[in-house]
């Protein structure tokens, strides 16, 4: 079988310094849960944001995912006080298995000019400040991208909630449902989760509980949300719980242990892996399995909780394109995103 990265760097981030630096970029991180847009005036040191809901295309379709990463766009746009035309460059992170569909439907809006990419790109950047080395998303959904130092890139995972999304929150959604539903009928062993299920979806039994999958029927983010649950439990000893952390953890590592052999990483001394999402947030139950994993097929894994919001590293990619990543330090645009969050929120 022939294979190919699935995901490359757009001929504007493949060759930095295609579009001449402005004032104005644009950067803009769209999921499942909600879309997040910032413009970076460079001459004040200030980003602009604006926040909308899911632009996810599996969750919403192509349609209604562009007009929500237009509209969310265009709020940040007029908030800076400039208009599309003023932009030096504007890079479109977005969560889904076609970002063709959206570039299409983002085109038609009249944004010709604007990169739209994958957000695991996004993520990349956000984890090594668009230099060589891996970006790995657990949140609602799961993906793993990488670029080596010799430019080449490569994907995995990324097939969305029903043919993919290992170690995802929704992976463990399900996988905690699958678990409660084994306990009820007696095929599995005892869990604490089928309690908290019932108790955490409001019903009066695990099958009414499963019934809502069906029924409602429950959508990705509300089936993921039930992870703070299984986080819980694996904390508090669950043995259950804790294997599912356990194998999440396997299928996500091997994923990030296949980018670094594919982009030759696995045999460099040093390089960055890192992790985005509220996946991450149990911490050494998760990760440490996870690095595991990747230490085994590449020891020079540095693997680190990325500081920066995910809309950040598509303002790296804008400063990318325009050849300016020397412009702003990730700590610098770190603390204007910060800055910009906190008045939002």
Known sequence: MQRD???????????????????????LDGGATKTLAAVLDLE???????????????????????????GVAEQALE???????????????????????????????????????????????????AQPGIGTISGTGSNVFGVGFDGSSWRVGGWGHLLGDEGSGYWFGVESIRAALRDRDGSGPETA?????????????????????????????????????????????????????????????????????????AQADSFPVGLIGSVFKAGELFVKPLAAVVHRAAPGARLQAAEMEPVGGSLELALRACGASDALTPAELRELLDRALAQLD
């Open 5 to 27: 990265p699935l995901v490359q760097l757009p001929a504007e981030l493949a060759q930095p310094g295609t579009r001449a630096l402005g004032r104005y970029l644009l950067g």
């Open 44 to 70: 004040r040191r200030a980003v602009h944001l604006a926040r909308g809901g899911p632009s996810n295309e599996d969750a919403v379709g192509p349609q209604a995912a562009a007009g929500t990463l237009v």
């Open 79 to 129: 908030r800076a006080g400039v208009d599309a035309e003023g932009l030096a460059a504007g890079v479109l992170a977005v969560a889904g298995v076609d970002t063709d569909a959206i570039c299409r439907q983002v085109r038609g809006a009249g944004h010709e000019d604007w990169i739209v990419v994958n957000d695991v790109v996004g993520a990349w950047a956000t984890a090594t400040g």
């Open 193 to 265: 989760l089928s309690d908290a299920l019932v108790k955490f979806f409001g019903v009066g039994s695990v099958e009414a509980a499963a019934a809502l999958v069906y029924s409602k029927p429950l959508s990705k983010a509300e089936i993921a949300a039930f992870t703070v649950e299984t986080q819980r439990l694996a904390g508090e000893g669950d043995e259950v719980a804790r294997e599912l952390y356990r194998r999440g953890a396997e299928l996500l590592g091997e994923q990030v242990a296949e980018v670094a052999r594919r982009t030759g990483m």
